[in-house]
Every structure is written in C-alpha cells, then in structure tokens.
C-alpha cells in the first residue's frame, strides 16, 4: 500500500511542478518586451518568492525566459516564438474575423479591438484604426491582461454562467491589484454587462476614453472571444452607445455564423 502511494506521489508532483511553470509564463507574457520583477510575478501568482525564483531560473537555463540585467526584470524568452512557429495556421477566430472587422472599423470610425479569451486571461489579436482623427491607442496585439481587467475581459466574464465567471473571478484576484481593481468591482462590472447585454465602461484603459464590448460564443456556446470600440469621452454619448452597440452585437452574431458554417 504504501509503496502504491509513492509510485504516485511523483506524477502528481512533476504536473504540479508543470502547472506552476505555465502559470509563471502567462504571468511574464503580461510583461511584452519589458518583463517584470520577480514581486509582481510572486503576487500574481500567489507562490512562494524562493518557490518562482527557482522555476524562473529553471525557465531562464532553458531558454523560454529571458533575464534582464539592466531591468532586473524577466520576460519571455525568444525561444517560445520559435516554439510557436511549429503552428503556422491561423485561429479560427481569426481566420473569419478579418472582413467583418473591416467592415465594422468603416463602421463606427473609432478604435476597434478583437480579442481572444485564453485561459484566466484576454489576448489582444487584432486591433483597427479607424478615419475618426484622434484614436484610443489603449492596447496592442498582443497584449495580454487577467480577465475581468479590461473591458473585452469583463464582457467575455459576462457571457459565462454565474459559477464559472466567479471561478476565474476569484482564480484572478490576486493579480486585480496591479490593475487597480479588485474583485467586488470585477463581479459588479460583470452584472452590469449582464444586465445591458454588452459591457459599457465609462472610463477606460486611458484617461479621457469609454469602451463598448460585446462577447463572441464558440461552438459550445461559451464566448472565446470579444469586440471593443474605444473611444474618447466626448464621442461616446448615450445615443451613441447604443448605436455602436447594436453596431457590435451584429458584428459578434456575423463572426459567430461564419464560424458555424466553418465547422469546428
């Protein structure tokens, strides 16, 4: 018997070792180009500081980290884009998204956004400029944040059942705080868009910016995925909002067909 329960004692340890080391890359993918100190990276994940110091160092000799001495900051390491380069085809998502994301950016003017849910987190995958001349250059493709900290995470939050929006909720909370949130903010945010049928912020990412979202559903019915317009305070009256909703909800419904039609 107890030779059984130690031949299981070491599966069990390495996938948490595996676990552990995934969740400090998702956290250090936040950081882009610039990385983060090892606090920030300790906080978000709730670990130890000698527990990440040494899966950091571990991730650093393999080469999927990258040390910044300069910085004293660590960030993901090229070797994980080299990595990616064995999947060359595109994202469903993506690869339905693009003449309705044209369509919708002549359509409202503003900045618009698409962005993907990955795991406990949102993924900017694309982003369009629109003719209004002052446009809210609030994220990047590829910028990475915990769900429920951006308008896109609150939205695609708002699309789930109660149970599993509370889930990532409270997987989530202890990085809320270096976005100046928390989670009684997030759950309220979340009822709101639920209320609306989109999620409105009145103040954005940037000073002086409102945003709109809706959510996108995947096969399953779950939203992977959502649509942002941002754009400055004074273009986003309420007359207007409901115009750019309704602008966005039939942009979500029409990605939503085209990836029915292209079959999982």
């Known amino acids: 018997m107890g030779d059984m329960d130690m031949s299981g004692a070491a599966p069990r340890q390495g996938a948490q070792a595996i676990r552990r080391a995934l969740a400090v890359l998702r956290i250090l993918a936040a950081g882009r180009e610039i990385g983060l100190p090892l606090a920030e990276v300790v906080q978000a994940t709730g670990l130890t500081r000698p527990t990440v110091h040494r899966i950091v160092h571990a991730l650093v000799e393999e080469g999927v980290v990258e040390w910044h001495e300069k910085t004293r900051r660590y960030a993901i390491g090229r070797q994980v884009g080299e990595l990616a380069l064995a999947r060359t085809s595109r994202s ?4 339905v998204a693009g003449d309705i994301l044209a369509q919708t950016s002549r359509r409202v003017g503003d900045m618009l956004f698409l962005t993907l849910r990955t795991g406990s987190d949102t993924l900017c995958v694309d982003r369009r400029i629109g003719s209004y001349p002052i446009q809210v250059l609030s994220i990047e493709v590829g910028a990475r944040r915990p769900l ?25 909370q202890t990085r809320f705080e270096a ?29 002086g910016t409102k945003s709109i979202s809706t959510w996108i559903k995947a096969f399953d019915g779950r939203p992977t995925a959502a649509l942002t317009v941002s754009a400055v305070r004074a273009r986003l009256t309420p007359r207007r909002e409901t115009e750019l909703a309704e602008i966005l909800l039939d942009a979500a419904r029409a990605i939503e067909r085209k990836m029915q039609a292209a079959g999982p």
């Open 92 to 95: 469903p998502l993506l690869a």
């Open 148 to 172: 429920g900290v951006s308008s896109a995470g609150v939205a695609i939050l708002a699309g789930m059942t109660g149970h599993e929006a509370r889930k990532i909720v409270a997987t989530n």
């Open 179 to 207: 976005y100046r949130t928390d989670t009684a903010t997030v759950l309220a945010q979340i009822a709101a868009a639920r209320r609306r049928g989109y999620n409105f912020r009145e103040a954005g990412l940037v000073q």
